[in-house]
T-cell receptor, first 114, second 113 residues
Framework: AQTVTQSQPEMSVQEAETVTLSCTYDTSESDYYLFWYKQPPSRQMILVIR??????QNATENRFSVNFQKAAKSFSLKISDSQLGDAAMYFCAHSGAGSYQLTFGKGTKLSVIP | NAGVTQTPKFRVLKTGQSMTLLCAQD?????MYWYRQDPGMGLRLIHYSVGEGTTAKGEVPDGYNVSRLKKQNFLLGLESAAPSQTSVYFC????????????FGPGTRLTVL
């Protein structure tokens, strides 16, 4: 069974600073995909970044980047130059190539301090 | 292009009542999903569909039924609501399977008294 663990229920960051959100996962599959989704106070979830496990290169999307450590089963999200609009719940998720399932972690609530 | 829409946004039911949540997407996606989100639990998959006319059970299917008669619509039904079904329900869709990016609706907050 797949599991996704986000060990930081809440985090805060000063505006313009950098913050890293942690995520670890457990899977028996060699081919899988990892995601970070953002859920702002409006509730509607949107994709932040997607990583294919067979790709060595860490995915980046503007100010968002990941540190993907396949051997350690770690997939952290780094937000650079934090902005007030980054305040949200962030969910890490995993999908195995052979499974009909997207497994979410319990989320990390990020606050941005002006 | 509205993306994924959900109807209604809020609903209060009494125990034993029934209701249907409607999800619609205009992106011509094959896959559609229903999740529930409870405090401290993340999102859990209720049912999903891999195409028009198909449905399958997810992680927490008990007490729910679904139908996908048209490709763009995915309905979630509660035949006899229970307080344990108080939750926020999200619909999502993706072009192909669970490995693809999912696009979410705005959610429906359901309270069962």
């Amino acid at each position: 069974a797949q599991t996704v663990t986000q060990s930081q229920p809440e985090m805060s960051v000063q505006e313009a600073e950098t913050v890293t959100l942690s995520c670890t996962y457990d899977t028996s599959e060699s081919d899988y995909y990892l995601f970070w989704y953002k859920q702002p106070p409006s509730r509607q979830m949107i994709l932040v970044i997607r990583q294919e496990a067979y790709k060595q290169q860490n995915a980046t999307e503007n100010r968002f980047s990941v540190n993907f450590q396949k051997a350690a089963k770690s997939f952290s999200l780094k937000i650079s130059d934090s902005q007030l609009g980054d305040a949200a719940m962030y969910f890490c998720a995993h999908s195995g190539a052979g499974s009909y399932q997207l497994t979410f972690g319990k989320g990390t609530k990020l606050s941005v301090i002006p | 292009n509205a993306g994924v829409t959900q109807t209604p946004k809020f609903r209060v039911l009494k125990t034993g009542q029934s209701m249907t949540l409607l999800c619609a997407q205009d992106m011509n996606h094959e896959y559609m999903y229903w999740y529930r989100q409870d405090p401290g639990m993340g999102l859990r998959l209720i049912h999903y569909s891999v195409g028009e006319g198909t449905t399958a059970k997810g992680e927490v299917p008990d007490g729910y039924n679904v139908s996908r008669l048209k490709k763009q619509n995915f309905l979630l039904g509660l035949e006899s609501a229970a307080p344990s079904q108080t939750s926020v329900y999200f619909c999502a869709s993706s072009l192909w399977d669970f490995r693809d990016t999912q696009y979410f609706g705005p959610g429906t907050r359901l309270t069962v008294l």
